[in-house]
């Protein structure tokens, strides 16, 4: 029985629009057969600097956003955070 090639999906998470663009962009160029697809949340970082670190609940939205992109189908989950668990 012959493999099916499914297109590859990779979820980018991001906590601003700033760098949508910019990282679809290079996704194009370096892995053009992929899929990307974008989470965005831009209240994470705001929590992060008002609270001096992440906090709990920041966590747990990171968390959901993982699991959510794992029912999209994401075979990768791509984002830019620091964070110390």
């Excluded at 991001?14 to 996704?27: P, Y």
């Excluded at 990307?36 to 949340?41: A, E, M, S």
Aim: include cysteine.
């Amino acid at each position: 029985m012959a493999k099916e090639n499914k297109q590859k999906t990779v979820v980018i998470i991001h906590t601003s629009n700033v760098s949508v663009k910019d990282l679809n962009n290079l996704f194009a160029e370096l892995a053009p057969d992929v899929c990307v697809k974008n989470i965005i949340d831009d209240s994470l970082l705001a929590e992060v600097l008002d609270n001096g670190g992440v906090t709990t609940a920041v966590k747990k939205r990171i968390c959901a956003y993982a699991l959510q992109a794992e029912v999209a189908g994401a075979d990768l989950i791509f984002d830019q955070r620091r964070m110390k668990c």
